[in-house]
């Protein structure tokens, strides 16, 4: 069985040699198909560097990194992954609809499929009465859905997040972390999600890789072990408090330790 | 000092409109006959002298319109209309010129940077070179190739055109978000894809508005440009001649700018609405 | 140890090179900074190239064909009769300036007073906006003949005139937007300490406005030199350069007239550089911050 992601000894440079910024050192990690993951750490450690090199958005200047079993750039070619960002990138001038659409022309879908793919991506994350509505219209929330709906219609194996919640408010993020686990459950996707919430990473992931300031390293990777079945309830579960605890600790000493 | 704005449906909106575009014209044959009337009261003669001859009462200007541009020939007004549509067209011709090849200069900077740090300059440059010195030398060449001396005319039109389409072409296809630009890469889309499916539609915005200020200027190029030809039956020509009628009938003069001036707005007007309708329509946020 | 090919590499830079492209050229990521020196030759070199290039093909198509110069004057023709005229066309280009200058600084003064007008009393900036916006619809060129029977054939203010006003508008409208699309949470920050609206002015709009009125003073110095060489043609005094380009053009004689164009350009490039050294010296911040143009 192949690794959804593989790396090893990663690393990336920026900058030519008087200013070179070491942004990720020596990064090993290996992801199972069907895995939710999220990278965690303070800010300017890394880990949207580290998505992008796995989405072929920048290049490694060291090590090995695979995606499922291939270079990231015949993965980006063979369009194995969809990615989210903060922003919901929606282009202001196409529907809701016709935004889902937007990789399903390049990919070259023909127009029937294409429209029934969008409507079916759309009733996914419950927005299936907005499909002729316009981005302005729709809330921060529903933008985000939008573009995860995006993400998901071509079929991705993997899902790439970069802190998607992170312009929302803190109830309609959890709102989202939840439509987000059903999504994951629903369709089996591989995910990489990056954020430097602590309870959400909990919430979301089955292992928590934990990263240190820059120069980024996994200095730590905790799994956990809550129920597949997560809900508010979990929000309050003693050992979902307790691995809130271990992972903050782990990012205390991956600080600590620089 | 932005403050919240009331909604307004189109037809309170072109009400107010109208209502305005009334005041403004009350007050300024207000001002212009209020200065006659003072200044002459006064015998004051600086910066104006008030005379009929020099500033004409504005009910002469507008009747002057009315009355036959020759003996017994058709009404000023007529002729006069006849000949901004005869400047229309050939700013109307510039314009798309001068459009077409904006875009297209603007779509070229954005692929090849080295072609925009190599014509840039030049483009900018261009702007400073006098349009009327090339208006005989174009008028020439055409006539060298037997091009019928308006298509001529058209070409300077489109000299003035093109630089504030090739600026805000440029800027408004690098304005989508780095995030756009990555999503397409995730996409594997080709280059051309990227282009027409998030680097066109975010830069009609900036086009639009450039082709606002083109608009305007066209027309002065394709007044100009038929100055040195001296081709009758455009505005330009007819700008001369009342030019040097000014001592026995002024008030002809003032008539040509006013309808001149209102060509302008036309065109301009026209271009605006087709911004209403292409580009503002879906991405319109509420005021 | 690199587990990517060369090809990958190639392949790698092309995409950031075109991701590059795309934002505002931006040098692409992992490639080393180069110096001073080569970053200056990579900006200009292409240019200068161009221009050279341009130039000996233009001598050499028109000594090929036997084009002669009431067609298509030679580029060797134009140098020579720039040196050759050089009195007459400085002079003539010195009296454009005058009109230029004179029109550029009336109607930017005038744009400047009536801008802070429309900021500070919103019912004027109401009647004036609107009017601005549609005046500067109109072929203003046209005006000329009016201003040349009013102050006079041969005043160099009937020349002015026309110059201030197509100057006047693109200052105005965006000196006043300058002055008011200023973040809502500085004005409130003004008021939280009771400031008066004259001293909200000062700390806040103008500064606020600066860029917008260099940016415009920019497109005005251009327009400004036009304006008055257009202005010309409707009649006035010979010994100027509109009058003069037309003259020589309209006898054939288009070396002379492109050597006038030449000065004409110079003299628009030097007005446009001014700008940019006042730019400098009144917004010191800003040109740091700001992108490669």
Sequence with gaps: MTWAVEAKGVGKVFGGQAEAVEALRDIDFTLSQGDFVSLIGPSGCGKSTLLRLIGDLSAPTSGELTVNGKSPERARLDRDYGIVFQSATLLDWRTVKKNVELPLEIMGFETAERSSTADEMLELVQLGEFGDHYPWQLSGGMQQRVAIARALAFKPSILLMDEPFGALDEMTRELMQQEVLQLWAEVGTTVVFVTHSIPEAVFLSTRVLVMSPRPGRITDEINIDLSAKRDEETREDARYYELVTEVREALRRGEWND | ?287 | MSGMTDRDDVIRETHETSMAAAFEGDLPVGTREPSAIRRLVKRYLPALIAFVTVIFVWEGLTRLFGVESFVLAKPSEIMASFVETSATIWGAGFKTLIEAAGGFVIGVTLAVATSLASARWVGFREGMLPLAIALNATPIAALAPIFNNWFGLTNPFSKMAVVAVVVYFPVMINTTRGLLEVDPAEIELMRSVAATPTEVMRRVQIPNALPYFFASLKVASALSLIAAIIAEYFGGPQDVLGQYIVNRAQLFQFPDAWAAILVASILGVTFYVLILVAERIFMPWHVSLRAAE
């Design chain 2, 1 to 287: 000092m932005s403050q919240e704005a009331p909604k307004r449906t189109t037809r309170q909106k072109a009400a107010r409109g109208g209502l305005s575009i009334l005041t403004l014209v009350v007050a300024f044959v207000l001002l212009w006959e209020g200065y006659k009337f003072i200044w002459t009261a006064l015998e004051w003669t600086w910066p104006v002298r008030p005379d009929n001859r020099t500033m004409p009462h504005t009910w002469d200007i507008i009747g002057a319109l009315f009355q036959p541009a020759q003996r017994n020939g058709p009404l000023l007004l007529w002729v006069e209309l006849k000949a901004a549509l005869f400047t229309l067209r050939e700013a109307f011709l510039g314009f798309l010129i001068g459009a077409v090849v904006g875009f297209g200069l603007g779509v070229l900077f954005v692929r090849s940077s080295t072609s925009e740090r190599a014509f840039m300059p030049y483009v900018v440059g261009s702007q400073t070179v006098p349009i009327i010195a090339i208006a005989p030398m174009v008028v020439v060449w055409g006539g060298r190739i037997s091009l019928p001396q308006w298509i001529s005319v058209s070409i300077i039109a489109a000299y003035l055109t093109f630089f504030p389409v090739v600026i805000n072409t440029l800027r408004g296809l690098r304005s989508p978000e780095p995030t756009s630009m990555e999503l397409m890469r995730s996409y594997a889309s080709s280059r051309n894809e990227v282009l027409w499916k998030v680097q066109v539609p975010a830069a009609m915005p900036y086009i639009f508005t450039a082709l606002k200020v083109s608009a305007a200027a066209s027309v002065i190029g394709a007044i100009v440009g038929e100055l040195p030809a001296g081709l009758r039956g455009g505005l330009g020509s007819d700008l001369l001649q009342f030019a040097q009628q000014f001592t026995s009938a002024p008030q002809k003069l003032f008539a040509l700018v006013l309808i001149a001036g209102l060509a302008g707005i036309a065109f301009v007007g026209l271009v605006t609405y087709a911004e209403h309708r292409f580009v503002d329509a879906r991405r319109r946020q509420p005021t």
